[in-house]
Nanobody, 123 residues
């Protein structure tokens, strides 16, 4: 499956952005989809995931209550709605897909990755 992430940009703290992850091949609902982010000088970290088929969602503690992951089967797209953005949310955001649903917070277990989209939050 090929993934294309988009929707990043510059936003003031407290604002909102919605990231999109579209697939040109494959059906995203049959994959466990994750969003990860990587800030300069830091390791890639888990943000959110939605489990294949059943659609159970998972969030990092740092974004719980502010971010929402969802998927649109008709458009074969997964979204990350980000509200109440904070400067510490600044990072390149990546969407990823794995065939199963194992260790969903671990980047290594994701087989397919999008190219990343930059989110910058100013204070």
């Amino acid at each position: 499956v090929q993934l294309q992430a988009s929707g990043g940009g510059l936003m003031q703290a407290g604002g909102s952005l919605r990231l999109s992850c579209a697939a040109s091949e494959g059906t995203l609902s049959s994959y466990t989809m994750g969003w990860f982010r990587q800030a300069p000088g830091k390791e890639r970290e888990f943000v959110a995931a939605i489990r294949r088929n059943v659609g159970t969602t998972y969030y990092a503690d740092s974004v719980k209550g502010r971010f929402t992951i969802s998927r649109d089967g008709a458009n074969n797209t997964v979204y990350l709605q980000m509200n109440n953005l904070k400067p510490e949310d600044t990072a390149v955001y990546y969407c990823a897909a794995q065939d199963f649903g194992s260790l969903i917070a671990v980047p290594h277990f994701y087989r397919y990755w999008g190219q990343g989209t930059l989110v910058t939050v100013s204070s």
